[in-house]
T-cell receptor, first 113, second 116 residues
């Protein structure tokens, strides 16, 4: 079974803090994704990576950056957390051959106060 | 991308087959039908996808009509743990082609409630 793990299930940070969200997958997937999910707005793609050190901006990259130094690990960084970044953050991965068959982690519920 | 239409909610008795419909009348020839579900407070879960032939895996069966304008996801023996929001989307199958990332987007889906 594909396993995607995220570093925390719940996180509380203060405005202005730098926040790191880590994601690890064990299926040797080439593609990895970071989404946020908010009530009424659905799932929105923040960043996507199709290879080590490669990244593509999604729909809402502002205020975020990513890092992919190893194939199995994809990190999302909030450079200076703001209250409007309070959300559920979801990591996913997929094989290169079919980018829409994605496997998700359990999510990190981030609260910025 | 083709849009999909699903009923907002459905009930099913535990142990019975749950049949979830989806309309996608504007689907194009290279687009697949994908199904995901999301149990409350968990990440979405991939279920199955197909192009035109019926597909079955350990979780579910996918029946696509001959004209491909609609499909049905079947959970053969529903359990309480199958209570979730089920999403039907259409996307091409294949490698990312560049030019900006295109992630998954879900509509409102069908809230399936399995009754004991």
């Amino acid at each position: 079974d594909v396993k995607v793990t995220q570093s925390s299930r719940y996180l509380v940070k203060r405005t202005g803090e730098k926040v790191f969200l880590e994601c690890v997958q064990d299926m040797d997937h080439e593609n990895m994704f970071w989404y946020r999910q908010d009530p009424g707005l659905g799932l929105r793609l923040i960043y996507f990576s199709y290879d080590v050190k490669m990244k593509e901006k999604g729909d809402i990259p502002e205020g975020y950056s990513v890092s992919r130094e190893k194939k199995e690990r994809f990190s999302l960084i909030l450079e200076s957390a703001s209250t409007n970044q309070t959300s559920m953050y979801l990591c996913a991965s997929s094989f290169y051959e079919n980018s829409y068959e994605q496997y998700f982690g359990p999510g990190t519920r981030l609260t910025v106060t | 991308d083709a849009k999909t239409t699903q009923p907002p909610s459905m009930d099913c008795a535990e142990g019975r087959a749950a049949n979830l419909p989806c309309n996608h009348s504007t689907i194009s020839g290279n687009e697949y039908v994908y199904w995901y579900r999301q149990i409350h407070s968990q990440g979405p879960q991939y279920i199955i996808h197909g192009l035109k032939n019926n597909e079955t895996n350990e979780m579910a069966s996918l029946i696509i009509t001959e004209d491909r304008k609609s499909s049905t996801l079947i959970l053969p023996h529903a359990t309480l743990r199958d209570t979730a929001v089920y999403y039907c989307i259409v996307r091409p199958e294949g490698v990312y082609s560049g030019g900006g990332a295109d992630g998954l987007t879900f509509g409102k889906g069908t809230h399936l409630i399995i009754q004991p």
